[in-house]
């Protein structure tokens, strides 16, 4: 069965630095990665995947990820972190032919401190 | 593109109570699901499904009821509403071709059951 892993609850830098979020997996097959993103009372934005090809992707507002096969990773990264980017962050995973479905990490609340 | 659309975005039951929160997305994709989500809990699954007449039950089915009648909508029901469901629901589509769109959700529906 699938499954992700945030180990991180929470997140916590100054603005201007690094940000980065953890994201573990476990899948049987070949993994489809997403990054998703949540403002307070709001539906869920997407910010990247990887699905093939290239291990960093490029997704929206300046975020990237990296998959990382040995280590079933795939890390949210931030290269200067934005008062703005103070959000909750999902990792999920989707584990095709073997399994459609999409499932989620139990999130990670960032905050980004003036 | 209206995209994913849930109604209601509120909803206050009683205990005992039946309801169909509504779910319509106009992308013509496969997959549809519905997550509840509950603080520190992340996204759970409930019920899913990769096309009409196909669901599938996901972590969280109990009490709850699905049906997929058109690629278009897939309601979800409560047939007797308890306390343990007060929860916010949200309603996801992607498409399930080579490539493995992001999900699309909807805004969301919180519901307090009394």
């Known amino acids: 069965a699938q499954s992700v892993a945030q180990p991180e609850d929470q997140v916590n830098v100054a603005e201007g630095n690094p940000l980065t979020v953890k994201c573990t997996y476990s899948?049987?097959?070949?993994?489809?990665l997403f990054w998703y993103v949540q403002y307070p009372n709001r539906g869920l934005q997407f910010l990247l995947k990887?699905?093939?090809?290239?291990?960093l992707v490029k997704g929206s507002y300046g975020f990237e990820a990296e998959f990382n096969k040995s280590q079933t990773s795939f890390h949210l990264k931030k290269p200067s972190a934005l008062v703005s980017d103070s959000a909750l962050y999902f990792c999920a995973v989707r584990d095709p032919p073997n399994d459609y479905k999409l499932s989620f990490g139990a999130g990670t609340t960032v905050t980004v401190r003036a | 593109n209206a995209g994913v659309t849930q109604t209601p975005k509120f909803q206050v039951l009683k205990t005992g109570q039946s309801m169909t929160l509504q779910c319509a997305q106009d992308?013509?994709?496969?997959?549809m699901s519905w997550y509840r989500q509950d603080p520190g809990m992340g996204l759970r699954l409930i019920h899913y499904s990769v096309g009409a007449g196909i669901t599938d039950q996901g972590e969280v089915p109990n009490g709850y009821n699905v049906s997929r009648s058109t690629t278009e909508d897939f309601p979800l029901r409560l047939l007797s509403a308890a306390p343990s469901q007060t929860s916010v629901y949200f309603c996801a589509s992607s498409y399930l071709g080579q490539g493995g769109t992001e999900a699309f959700f909807g805004q969301g529906t919180r519901l307090t059951v009394v």
């Open positions: 899948v049987s097959g070949n993994p489809y």
């Open positions: 990887y699905i093939t090809g290239d291990n």
């Open positions: 992308m013509n994709h496969e997959y």
